[in-house]
T-cell receptor
């Protein structure tokens, strides 16, 4: 099946810093989603982005499908951005299951 | 709030027991997915239903079963529970099951098997 790798595994930043999280995948995808799992365990949708670029406030994402990677940018980090960020993809039409990466744990220090 | 609801939020039970987790999808969504998040396996797909029919199966144990009812809510049944079944179980839903679409996740049910 498709493989999803995320980097870095851990990231510790001061409040106000910017960060870039990366997701590499091993096959062509027709769905790519970024999630934020907060300290209470909730999985929050950030972006549905199988290709192209999207922005939502301080967050933006870019997927270059032909090169099989996606990037999540977080600017002016706040302590509420702390948590684990997951990239998840699906690769087969007719089977929409998401395969998740192992996540990037982001810790924002005040 | 994603619009997907799951009950109960927490469940503590003993080995060998059986439990049922319930999920109500977002209004209008026909597809329901179940995922398991454990410390050693990460987030894994278990099973998908589309409009009442099983559509895809992942690494779901034979002790686990699921169904989707005519009102589109879904239940995940876990039986003969083992310590290793302790995990966070998520339900997700999407509008259609015939092609890619955003999956919205519920708050999860945290299962602890003692």
């Amino acid at each position: 099946g498709i493989q999803v790798e995320q980097s870095p595994p851990d990231l510790i930043l001061q409040e106000g810093a910017n960060s870039t999280l990366r997701c590499n995948f091993s096959d062509s995808v027709n769905n790519l989603q970024w999630f934020h799992q907060n300290p209470w365990g909730q999985l929050i949708n950030l972006f549905y982005i199988p290709s192209g670029t999207k922005q939502n406030g301080r967050l933006s994402a870019t997927t270059v499908a032909t090169e099989r990677y996606s990037l999540l940018y977080i600017s002016s980090s706040q302590t509420t951005d702390s948590g684990v960020y997951f990239c998840a993809v699906s690769s087969n039409f007719g089977n929409e299951k998401l395969t998740f990466g192992t996540g990037t744990r982001l810790t924002i220090i005040p | 709030d994603s619009g997907v609801t799951q009950t109960p939020k927490h469940l503590i039970t003993a080995t060998g027991q059986r439990v049922t987790l319930r999920c109500s999808p977002r209004s209008g969504d026909l597809s329901v997915y179940w995922y398991q998040q454990s410390l050693d396996q990460g987030l894994q797909f278990l099973i998908q239903y589309y409009n009442g029919e099983e559509r895809a199966k992942g690494n779901i144990l034979e002790r686990f079963s699921a169904q989707q009812f005519p009102d589109l809510h879904s239940e995940l049944n876990l039986s003969s529970l083992e310590l290793g079944d302790s995990a966070l179980y998520f339900c997700a839903s999407s509008v259609v099951g015939r092609g890619p679409d955003t999956q919205y996740f519920g708050p999860g049910t945290r299962l602890t098997v003692l």
